[in-house]
């Protein structure tokens, strides 16, 4: 039977308004991953994995999504999220061997354990309520501690020094805190092929957790509740950090100069596993090696001086080849950085598309050194380092110092003010309660002489600590001169006391101090790179040539405070329970006595016979002592009452002089 021509109409309308919905529904939602190598000097070698994931705005997409984590989405609306980061951080970056002035180490060396901080789109009384629901959520979605950072001992609220969001800023830390697999589980469950196919198939959990440093980190920026109208939906950015140390034997061979070759290494090495293709929901899936400009330098040097090669001939087309090193498979693009204002000259990028490789060609990125290689990875204009002065369970001080790096010539982007030039810090340092800073006793050094303070600190903020109730905050910008050679900031302060339910289980171990945040306004961390289709499309790409000002982290601080014997409440309870257990135990004995029963148990024994006496002149003889008759019933009840009165008395005087003098 032949359907009407309208209801043919009708269907081939609905099915075409079905597709271009669908079309347009996963249009709206991308996901890209992407994984940076990166050699480093000191032979190691720099993993980042960078895992985007964006979904247009609610009222023009809706509710329901494919490829975004829905337990993110609903953060963001049940608590109104504006923007947010978590990190989950193992050891530290070292910023003299693996660079400062880069945005990997601008945007992803995080200080040790975990750091929170939020920025709410609620009214401001209403900021310390959402602050504590989300530790509480993230607490339960990690698996981690995160709900310690309910507490208002524990979190400040930054007005300038840390972000330019004054009010509904939250920012808390956990230096202490343990990363483990159980925080990696439920981080790789937020991207939608999870650890099961694409490049998060590298994350191998001995391989990542061996390594130097590892920082997991979770970035989130939302328009959702934009007033102006120009939303653009949520942008997730997972990104994981990692410096390994290739294990490659035979390669420890010293040159005439007295340098060692460094150890080769490869995808399968650093992580045991190959690529075996991308994820099929990613839109881009790309592998890059990163070249810094120093070593491109070293490596044209080397070039140079071999007289097989050209020296015009380091496009870097064919840099598989090159003499200072050999790369197992040919790049599908390399990338050169444009408009470096640095010394050692352009950086390169090696691109390697994904969606060339499969199960049945598996991608794995090899890097052979031919000739010892040295260079040094370009640092921030100082290098900060804190520490604590002093000794004793009192009283002391804390220290942070600035000392200029070997780049600190290089840089010709400070501003000039009338002849004199000078070199903007900010300093942004938060204190637990029981450490009471004096911050009226700050000084400030420069070049080891003291300075006035008005003359060096132009601006400064101090929220003064509240015990039991808030943390100390110390927001300050130093204007320093750019010739400086080395400046220092001391503080003192008092160690405070804490109740015994308020130590750690380890309390002899001592108290963690979160790290100093050291910014400097004036240089901006970025990589420039030619701009084509291809590199637009690329997030990674993208968030390399963003401008990011530079910052480090300087050491968690562990602070010894004065401990109670924790064995005294035990020594106590042991003796305590000892004298009640006698005390009780001999009155039960006297009351629950029958001596009634038992004379009459004596005479009815006598009257029946001999048996008794027998009995005890046998015993008697078998001891070898002289038999003597029993006494009477009445005699020996007497003695026993006695002898059980006088040591319930006896008992009794014990506990009540215990309980008089120790009670």
């Not at 705005?57 to 337990?71: C, D, M, N, Q, V």
């Not at 830390?173 to 469950?189: G, Q, S």
């Not at 045991?272 to 070593?295: D, I």
Request: glycine share 6%; charged share 20%.
């Amino acid at each position: 039977m032949a359907l009407p021509r309208w209801m043919t109409i009708f269907a081939l309308f609905v099915v075409c308004f079905a597709s271009v919905s669908i079309g347009k529904e996963h249009q709206g939602e991308e996901f890209s991953e992407e994984l940076l190598l990166k050699p480093l000097p000191d032979r190691k070698v720099l993993a980042h994995f960078h895992f985007q994931s964006t979904v247009p705005p609610t009222e023009s997409y809706g509710r329901h999504h494919h490829l975004f984590p829905k337990a993110i989405y609903q953060l963001v609306h049940k608590f109104r999220i504006r923007e947010m980061e978590l990190s989950f951080t193992q050891g530290r970056w070292n910023y003299e061997r693996w660079g400062g002035y880069d945005p990997i180490s601008s945007n992803n060396a995080k200080p040790p354990g975990v750091e929170l901080w939020a920025v709410f789109d609620v009214p401001h009384h209403q900021v310390d309520a959402s602050w504590k629901n989300l530790s509480h959520a993230l607490s339960g979605l990690f698996c981690a501690s995160i709900n310690f950072l309910e507490s208002s001992t524990t979190y400040s609220a930054p007005d300038w020094g840390f972000r330019s969001f004054s009010g509904n800023l939250r920012y808390g830390t956990l230096p202490r805190e343990a990363v483990c697999t159980e925080n990696l589980t439920p981080w790789l469950k937020l991207l939608p092929c999870r650890d099961k196919a694409g490049l998060s198939t590298l994350m191998d959990r001995p391989s990542i957790y061996r390594g130097f440093y590892h920082s997991q980190r979770l970035h989130l920026t939302s328009t959702e509740f934009d007033s102006t109208g120009l939303s653009t939906g949520i942008v997730l950015e997972q990104t994981l950090t990692v410096v390994l140390q290739p294990s490659s034997p035979g390669n420890s061979v010293a040159y005439s100069r007295g340098s060692i070759l460094q150890p080769s290494w490869s995808i399968s090495s650093l992580f045991g596993r190959k690529v075996g293709g991308k994820c099929v929901l990613a839109k881009s899936s790309n592998v890059y090696l990163q070249l810094e400009g120093a070593l491109v330098s070293e490596l044209n040097n080397i070039q140079k001086g071999n007289e097989k090669y050209n020296a015009d001939d380091l496009g870097f087309e064919g840099s598989w080849n090159n003499p200072g090193f050999e790369l197992s498979v040919s790049p599908d693009r390399v990338i050169k950085e444009f408009n470096s204002l640095r010394k050692e000259g352009p950086s390169f990028l090696y691109e390697y598309l994904v969606d060339n490789y499969s199960d049945s060609k598996l991608f794995d990125l090899g890097f052979t050194w031919k000739f010892p290689v040295v260079w040094s990875c370009l640092q921030a204009p100082l290098h900060a380092s804190r520490f604590l002065m002093g000794s004793g369970n009192e009283r002391g001080a804390i220290a942070i110092t600035l000392k200029p790096t070997k780049q600190c010539k290089d840089f010709q982007t400070a501003p000039i003010n009338g002849d004199r030039c000078s070199l903007q810090v900010n300093v942004f340092q938060v204190v637990p309660w029981y450490v009471k800073v004096y911050y009226h006793t700050l000084q400030v050094f420069v070049d080891e002489q003291p300075q006035s303070v008005p003359d060096t600190v132009e601006k400064m903020r101090v929220s003064p600590s509240e015990d039991k109730v808030s943390p100390g905050v110390m927001e300050m910008v130093l204007k320093l001169p750019c010739g400086v050679k080395s400046a220092a900031l001391t503080v003192e302060f008092d160690k405070g006391f804490l109740h015994i339910d308020e130590y750690p289980p380890d309390a002899n171990q001592g108290f963690d101090i979160p790290s100093a945040l050291v910014s400097f306004p004036d240089f901006q961390a970025s990589v420039n790179f030619l701009e084509d289709a291809s590199s637009k499309e690329s997030p990674l790409l993208l968030k390399l040539q963003e401008r990011t000002r530079v910052l480090s982290y300087t050491e968690v601080l562990l602070v010894p405070l004065t401990t109670p014997d924790f064995s005294m409440p035990y020594n106590v309870i042991t003796i305590t329970c000892t004298v009640f257990a006698l005390y009780f135990g001999s009155l039960l004995n006297v009351l629950r006595r029958r001596v009634g029963e038992e004379e009459r148990f004596l005479k009815a024994a006598k009257k029946n016979g001999q048996l008794p006496s027998l009995l005890s002149k046998l015993y008697a003889k078998l001891r070898g002592r002289a038999w003597e008759p029993s006494q009477s019933p009445s005699t020996s009840s007497s003695i026993v009452s006695s002898k059980l009165l006088i040591k319930i008395v006896l008992v009794a005087g014990i506990a009540a002089s215990w309980q008089y003098y120790y009670g």
